[in-house]
């Protein structure tokens, strides 16, 4: 009996030998040379040019004034990549070490006395009553001697201030004769927009001068609100704002609305059918009439509800104007209003909370801003705007941040004359003053100066304020110019950023 074998395989079938087999057809020759293969460099070469050309390119309005408007990202607020991954900003460096500030909303009442005595509402000298009359009155405006006139303002106490003020009074004049109709019951409201960078984006400058004026010319509510600030620094004293997920944000500073429409205050807010934003009544001043700025992009509906009340519903019809102001009424009193998107689509810029007359003082800030920014914004679109909000005047309070910027003078004055233009609105009855920055400090050999580059930026905003028929306010002047502001933080009025004041 045969033993069974194993199947036998042919060597040239075998896999390996096949493999060595067509290897060896591709081997070089004994003694041949091996060839070095080439990397293909020419399209790395053509990467690095395209790459190179980008970069060039997005430095450009960086580097070039003329360039400037044409910025897709500011140099304290953080790149646009951040923002499209939904990181949260960081606080800008510009006040990085101002951080110990409390929030602006933490301790903004004030005891009723000092703002009696800062408004300048004291009994006056019998004396000095006695010789006042209704032809000495500060500018001629009709009024008595008694302390309780609002027009009754003390020369004395002028004079030493007037140096601070420069420019046509004339110029001023809309917003003297709406306070003197005011004063004499001819008129309900009088309504100032104060446009500004982070020294106004947290309403400490504004809620003092909005206190003052309502003391001496009558309450007439928080004034215009945002709906949300770019940043988490933005507020309103004695507004709790509170907007929902969902919403998209358009801001001048960035220029990212292509129809250029930023409303009012400078922030919208496109939303969908169940955003919502809620501002809430957190101090002692109260309010009575709410009135929602907005953009209408067809037919939609707002709902508004009052501290949780049934909602008052507001239709906005196919073919409505563009541009939009609704009011909700509410007895006086410190309300909850919640404004919801229930059906379409909108622009949301703010909201008004105003009480039924007085001064209304508008604080309209942003942190980084810069006034040439404004130059993103649609003319036609701030003329409607204007037409619905109608402040008696504007305030341009800017410099802070553009004095970090390369412009040439004549680039700066150009472009800021066409922002108070903007902002003016072709409306003739409106007074303007271009509010001068504060001083910034910069250290040199140990002590710290004044920024030459604030010092030419305010000689710079005296020209804007004089081609635009403005007024111009001396602010660093008044704070003691020259080195001002180490002074001032010295004294705990300002941060150790020698740029911000701490309240």
């Known amino acids: 009996m045969t033993e069974p074998t194993e199947p036998q395989v042919l060597e040239s079938t075998r896999p390996s030998q096949v493999g060595r087999v067509a290897s060896d057809a591709f081997a070089p020759a004994p003694g041949e040379a091996v060839p070095v293969a080439e990397f293909p460099r020419q399209p790395l070469v053509r990467l690095a040019q395209v790459l190179a050309v980008l970069i060039a390119a997005s430095l450009g309005p960086f580097v070039h004034p003329v360039l400037d408007e044409y910025r897709y990202w500011e140099r304290f607020d953080w790149t646009p990549i951040g923002r499209a991954v939904g990181l949260a900003q960081p606080l800008p460096p510009e006040v990085v070490t101002a951080t110990d500030a409390p929030k602006a909303n933490e301790g903004d009442e004030l005891d009723d006395d000092a703002v009696t005595r800062m408004a300048g509402l004291h009994s006056r000298p019998a004396a000095l009553a006695a010789d ?127 129809d250029g429409a930023y409303g009012y205050g400078g922030v919208g807010l496109d939303g969908d059918a169940g955003d ?107 003329q409607a705007m204007m037409a619905l909000r109608k402040p008696d005047a504007i305030i341009v309070n800017y410099g802070g941040n553009e004095r970090l910027d390369k412009l040439a003078e004549g680039t700066y004055v150009q472009r800021m004359n066409d922002v108070v233009s903007l902002l003016k609105a072709n409306r003739t009855n409106v007074a303007c003053l271009v509010f001068g920055p504060s001083d910034h400090g910069v250290r040199e050999k140990g002590v710290v100066v004044s920024d030459p580059a604030i010092v030419k930026l305010i000689r710079w905003q005296r020209r804007v304020a004089q081609e635009s028929k403005c007024l111009f306010f001396d602010t660093r002047g008044l704070m003691g110019g020259e080195g001002s502001m180490d002074r001032w933080v010295k004294q705990g009025l300002g941060w150790s950023d020698y740029s911000h004041f701490t309240a």
């Not at 006034?371 to 649609?378: F, L, M, Y």
């Open 132 to 258: 006042a009359s209704a032809g000495q009155a500060v500018a001629g405006l009709a009024g008595d001697a008694t302390s309780d006139n609002p027009l009754n303002i003390d020369d004395a106490a002028l004079a030493d201030q007037k140096v601070w003020l420069q420019g046509d009074l004339e110029h001023g004049a809309p917003l003297f004769q709406a306070l003197v109709d005011l004063a004499g019951g001819r008129r309900r409201h009088v309504r100032i927009a104060h446009y500004g960078d982070s020294h106004i984006a947290n309403d400490g400058i504004t809620h003092v001068t909005r206190l003052l004026l309502q003391k001496r010319f009558g309450d007439g509510g928080h004034g215009f609100v945002l709906p949300q600030g770019r940043t988490e620094w933005y507020s309103h004293k004695g507004i709790d704002l509170q907007p929902s997920d969902g919403w998209t944000m358009v801001n001048f500073l960035n220029g990212n609305a292509k």
């Open 276 to 382: 919502s934003v809620t501002w809430s009544a957190t101090g002692k001043a109260t309010w009575s009439v709410a009135t929602v700025y907005l953009r209408s992009k067809g037919k939609a509906q707002l709902v508004g509800k009052i501290d949780n009340k049934a909602g008052q519903k507001y239709e906005i019809a196919a073919g409505s104007p563009t541009e939009l102001a609704h009011s909700f009424a509410a007895t006086d009193g410190k309300h909850a209003l919640t404004v919801r998107l229930a059906a379409g689509k909108v622009r949301l810029f703010g909201v008004a909370l105003e009480r039924e007359s007085g001064v209304v003082y508008d604080s309209l800030g942003e942190v980084g801003a810069r006034g040439v920014r404004w130059k993103n914004a649609d003319s036609s679109h701030m």
